[in-house]
C-alpha cells in the first residue's frame, strides 16, 4: 500500500457547490496531516495543516479519520479559482522530515 | 520577495551533460529540503539539510546527484550525466525548525534532456 492515496480526479463542479476530497494513509503513527495547493505549472503552497480532528478555515474544512486512517478535505461555496490540484501530504514514516505527497485532486470549477 | 526562490526556471540539456541548479531559502528558515516532481505525480522527497549539514537523502538520489548547502543558506543541487528520466520539475523548499512540516517551496527548475 502506498503511503498516501487520492483520487486523482478530475472534480468537475459548478460555482458554490461543495466538493469533498478523501486521502488515504498508511502509517498508522503519523500525527500530522496537511492539505496542500498546486496551480498548473506551480508551485505547491500549504493550504492546510491537521494536527487532532479537523480544521477549519472559511469554506474549507480538513477533517481526519484516524481509526480509518483517511483525511477529508471538504470545499464549500466553490470558486472558480478554486481550480488546482490538491496535494494530500503526511510526513514520510522513515525520515525525520521529509514529506509524502499522494498523486493528487484535480479540481476544476465552472462558471 | 522574501519567498523561495530557485535559479534557472528552465534548464534544457543534452544528455550526458551535467547541471546544477541552485535554491535560496527564506532567510530565517534553517532546514532546506529538494524534491522532484513529474507529470502527474505529486513530489518526490529527494533531501534535506539543517543548516549545512545534509541529514537525509531518498534512494531516489542515485550517485550522480549531490547536493550542498555549504553556508548553511543557499543550495545546490547537481546532476552529473543526466539521462531522459531525470527530465522533471526540481523543487526546494525551507522551512523553521520548530515546524519543519509547513514547507515553503520554491517555484522551481524545470529539466528537460532531450
Known amino acids: 500500500r502506498k503511503e498516501v492515496e487520492q483520487d486523482p480526479g478530475p472534480f468537475n463542479v459548478p460555482e458554490g457547490a461543495t466538493v469533498a476530497f478523501n486521502c488515504t494513509y498508511s502509517n498508522s503513527a503519523s500525527q500530522s496531516f496537511f492539505w496542500y495547493r498546486q496551480d498548473c505549472r506551480k508551485e505547491p503552497k500549504l493550504l492546510m495543516s491537521?494536527?487532532?480532528s479537523g480544521n477549519e478555515d472559511g469554506r474549507f474544512t480538513a477533517q481526519l479519520n484516524r481509526a480509518s486512517q483517511y483525511i477529508s478535505l471538504l470545499i464549500r461555496d466553490s470558486k472558480l479559482s478554486d481550480s488546482a490540484t490538491y496535494l494530500c501530504?503526511?510526513?514520510?514514516?522513515?525520515?525525520?522530515?521529509?514529506?509524502?505527497f499522494g498523486k493528487g485532486t484535480s479540481l476544476l470549477v465552472t462558471p | 520577495d522574501t519567498g523561495v526562490s530557485q535559479d534557472p526556471r528552465h534548464k534544457i540539456t543534452k544528455r550526458g551533460q551535467n547541471v546544477t541548479f541552485r535554491c535560496d531559502p527564506i532567510?530565517?528558515?534553517?532546514?532546506l529540503y529538494w524534491y522532484r516532481q513529474t507529470l502527474g505525480q505529486g513530489p518526490e522527497f529527494l533531501t534535506y539539510?539543517?543548516?549545512?549539514?545534509?541529514?537525509?537523502k531518498s534512494r531516489l538520489l542515485s550517485d550522480r546527484f549531490s547536493a550542498e548547502r555549504p553556508k548553511g543558506s543557499f543550495s545546490t543541487l547537481e546532476i552529473q550525466r543526466t539521462e531522459q528520466g531525470d527530465s522533471a520539475m526540481y523543487l526546494c523548499?525551507?522551512?523553521?525548525?520548530?515546524?519543519?512540516?509547513?514547507?515553503?517551496f520554491g517555484p522551481g527548475t524545470r529539466l528537460t534532456v532531450t
Open positions: 491537521v494536527y487532532s
Open positions: 523548499a525551507s522551512s523553521l525548525t520548530s515546524s519543519s512540516y509547513e514547507q515553503y
Open positions: 532567510s530565517e528558515h534553517n532546514r
Open positions: 501530504v503526511v510526513p514520510n514514516s522513515n525520515s525525520g522530515y521529509a514529506l509524502n
Open positions: 539539510f539543517q543548516n549545512e549539514a545534509q541529514l537525509e
